[in-house]
């Protein structure tokens, strides 16, 4: 499995800004696609963001397009996750997800990071 630690949460008003990093380590990077995924209180968890391996193939919920931003850094072991034009309405607990090449399912799981929004 590899490891995954996020950062960069915090408060903001809304119409502002946050990017969000999320560290990888224990295998090798460039083997998973990457998610980012989000949970508000009383609500279940749901995909904002996804990126394939190479970077090349991003998909991004209904919610954050044209907002959000998913990238990564193969060499620095990092995906990213810009966010623009924040609302309250993206108030939650933002986890870092990885997936094995050809699995289907996001195995690996960071401890997330907090990010609220007030207006």
């Known amino acids: 499995q590899v490891q995954l630690v996020e950062s960069g949460g915090g408060l903001v008003q809304a119409g502002g800004s946050l990017r969000l990093s999320c560290a990888a380590s224990?295998?090798?990077?460039?083997?998973?696609?990457m998610g980012w995924f989000r949970q508000a209180p009383g609500k279940e968890r749901e995909i904002v963001a996804r990126?394939?391996?190479?970077?090349?193939?991003?998909y991004y919920a209904d919610f954050v397009k044209g907002r959000f931003g998913i990238s990564r850094d193969n060499a620095q072991n990092t995906v990213y996750l810009q966010m623009n034009s924040l609302k309250p309405e993206d108030t939650a607990v933002y986890y870092c997800?990885?997936?094995?090449?050809?699995?289907?399912?996001?195995?690996?799981w960071g401890q997330g990071t907090q990010v609220t929004v007030s207006s």
């Open positions: 997800a990885a997936r094995r090449l050809h699995n289907t399912v996001f195995s690996s």
């Open positions: 224990g295998r090798t990077f460039s083997n998973y696609d």
């Open positions: 990126i394939s391996w190479t970077g090349g193939s991003t």
